[in-house]
């Protein structure tokens, strides 16, 4: 099934009803709040909707509210967050089905969330150069008295 390029309304929502799983679940992503992305220096504003994520209701009734993504319904395209339910006509307590677009994120924690692709810079490694990481390794042997090491690694990487 092709993307749809129409942007008549009727055709849009029958693709939102009737559209591939694998299509629809690109549509449910949660935006990461603009604190944390200054916080985090993070380049991306959104990223895909996660069971445990930590998220806090922009829009509607619930706004303000707090809590944890339980479950993502990738047909009704709707996230449900623990903490937020109503009572249903027979008494039992059920979550609240909530869009996407009216939440965002607020946990620091992202990276365990992502799958393939770290979001933020790990703070233990610094940024070097290789040729930085190179000349400091050569300096290093060279104080240890290996200077035979020191040239024979360096034709091998010559070599190269």
């Known amino acids: 099934m092709r993307r749809v390029t129409s942007s ?29 992305r200054e916080k985090l220096q993070l380049k991306e504003k959104r ?41 249903n006509a027979r008494g039992r307590e059920k979550l609240v089905a909530i869009s996407p677009y009216n939440v965002e994120i607020i946990d620091e924690k992202i990276n365990d969330f992502i799958k393939g692709k770290k979001l933020v810079r790990d703070s233990t490694k610094p ?10 390794q050569l300096a290093v042997q060279a104080n240890q008295g290996n200077v035979s090491n020191v ?8 070599l190269k």
């Open 8 to 36: 008549k309304p009727r055709k849009q929502r029958k693709f939102l009803k009737r559209g591939y799983l694998h299509l629809l679940r690109k549509n449910l992503v949660l935006h990461i709040s603009k604190k944390l």
């Open 47 to 87: 990223i895909l909707a996660k069971s445990g994520l930590k998220v806090r209701v922009v829009k509607g009734k619930n706004k303000g509210r707090e809590g944890s993504v339980a479950r993502v319904s990738i047909k009704k395209q709707k996230i449900y967050i623990e903490g937020l339910s109503h009572r």
């Open 127 to 136: 940024l070097k150069d290789n040729q930085e990481q190179a000349q400091e």
């Open 151 to 158: 040239v024979e690694s360096q034709a091998n990487k010559n």
